[in-house]
């Protein structure tokens, strides 16, 4: 059953501290992305990732989250230091191909927590 | 500046009724449109799937309608369950370009 796996699920951190969200896309899936869910904003774009390459970063606080995939079954956000303003579910989706049939699938998120 | 609107924010309906979600867009220049179901507390679950040329795409009791002419899209529940309650996003992809999502309808269907 194929899925995308995001980890950890939930995340208690103190205002400064470093954060490390890890995302496993579908195996096959060529495009990942990284989302942000509050009440307030909904889902947001915070970057996005083709064949490995970041196509946009610039839904991210460039001074304090950066993103990575360091290989194609890894897609890593960091945010460094964080704030209580961090505080959000943070969603992995990954999809497959360029043209308009690209259908995204999402992981479970983690839902991080800044005091 | 492409925007997705869900209306309404909130539904309520007993058990059996027939429903409709609505979701618009202000660019029409679209590739597809794709509906979401999430779970409180949990992750997006894809619904169905729309390209910009086809008019509407079914799955068991859902049934979802583009007009991309007029920027708009509905998601038709039949008969509808305590089951189906959950939030319903619409989300628009314009362009080889990432989705553009709405806020959501929150759907909770009373037994």
């Known amino acids: 059953d194929a899925r995308v796996t995001q980890t950890p699920r939930h995340k208690v951190t103190e205002m400064g501290q470093e954060v490390t969200m890890r995302c496993q896309p579908i195996?096959?899936?060529?495009?990942v992305f990284w989302y942000r869910q509050t009440m307030m904003q909904g889902l947001e774009l915070l970057a996005y990732?083709?064949?490995?390459?970041?196509?946009?970063d610039s839904g991210m606080p460039k001074d304090r989250f950066s993103a990575e995939m360091p290989d194609a079954t890894l897609a890593t956000l960091k945010i460094q230091p964080s704030e209580p303003r961090d505080s959000a579910v943070y969603f992995c989706?990954?999809?497959f191909g360029q043209g308009s049939y690209n259908e995204q699938f999402f992981g479970p998120g983690t839902r991080l927590t800044v005091l | 500046k492409q925007e997705v609107t869900q209306i309404p924010a909130a539904l309520s309906v007993p058990e059996g009724e027939n429903l409709v979600l609505n979701c618009s867009f202000t660019?029409?220049?679209?590739?597809?449109l794709q509906w979401f179901r999430q779970d409180p507390g949990k992750g997006l679950t894809s619904l169905l799937l729309?390209?910009?040329?086809?008019r509407e795409q079914t799955s068991g009791r859902l049934n979802a309608s583009l007009d991309k002419s007029s920027g708009r899209s509905t998601l038709y529940i039949a008969a509808s369950q305590p089951g189906d309650s959950a939030t319903y996003l619409c989300?628009?992809?314009?362009?080889?370009?990432?989705?553009?999502f709405g806020k959501g309808t929150r759907l909770s269907v009373i037994a």
């Open positions: 989706a990954s999809g």
């Open positions: 195996l096959g899936h060529n495009t």
């Open positions: 990732f083709r064949n490995r390459a970041p196509l946009d």
């Open positions: 660019d029409s220049a679209i590739y597809n």
């Open positions: 729309i390209q910009s040329s086809q």
């Open positions: 989300a628009v992809r314009p362009g080889n370009t990432p989705l553009v």
